[in-house]
């Protein structure tokens, strides 16, 4: 058997990350604060759980690929940076307020347009992955039709790509709900569903944590969405980030690293 941590072993792993459910849902850790704009000179980040590109680390620290990202860009451009995770009903308040000058992630939409200011390139994309056991025998080109017959999970409540709406709204698959990446994972593991939609990255994340090896996900995605880092509208620090996002690269160096610490 590939899967060989023990119960208890994988009951505290669980437990460690079961406040990154918020990737989707967007439960509040506690300890999280509201952005108190008027009352710093720096620029405050805030978004949801959304491991490993930012999270709250153990310490309630703020953590992950876009704070090393945005922290480095401080140093270089003298523009200093505060981090706030909460929900996303808050983080999008605190934006949509001026509390907060940036959001992350966020997807563009024209409703949207009218509190946010996207930059012209995102920061990342997001790749929706079809995850399965790796001895699963499955085929996926990146086709929906590819999937047809099979029992497919996704995140309850969770916001998914057009083509896996489609897929889910052709009835052509049976579609399963859980409540977080780790009961997808576990589900699959299993054998209780064949396999499920997530985002790749985030769920490599969550499985590297837990010790899952059994389930990977297949090289081509479902769809592939524009993540942006967006600044409010409401906001008088402009200046500022423009100042910032001279000296700000995307997020892609910063996942070719983690990617290559899963191997190691």
Known sequence: MLFLLKRGKIQLQISRIAAFAAIFVGLMLPGSNQPANAETNDLVVTGFQAPPY?????????????????????????????????NWPRAQL????????LI?????????????????????????????????????????????????????????????????????????????????LMATHHGRIDAFVAPRIMTLWTADRIGMKTVAPFEDPIGVADIYLAFSKESSKEAMWDRLRQNLPSLNSKIDLFLASLQQ
């Open 94 to 101: 605190a934006t949509q307020q001026g509390r907060a000058d």
């Open 104 to 184: 992350f992630p966020v997807v563009h939409t024209p409703e949207r347009e009218e509190w946010l200011a996207y930059p012209q390139e995102p920061i990342v994309q997001f790749e929706m992955a079809i995850f399965a056991r790796k001895d699963s025998g499955l085929a996926f080109t990146g086709k929906a039709a590819e999937l047809h017959g099979l029992t497919i999970g996704k995140i309850a409540k969770g916001r998914m790509h057009p083509n896996f709406r489609a897929l889910e709204e052709s009835g052509k698959a049976k579609i399963e709900q859980r409540d977080t990446v780790v009961q997808l």
């Open 54 to 86: 930012l999270y709250s680390g153990e310490d309630g620290q703020a953590a992950g690929l876009l704070v090393d990202l945005l922290q480095n860009a401080s140093k270089t451009s003298s523009v200093g940076v505060e981090f706030v995770v909460t």
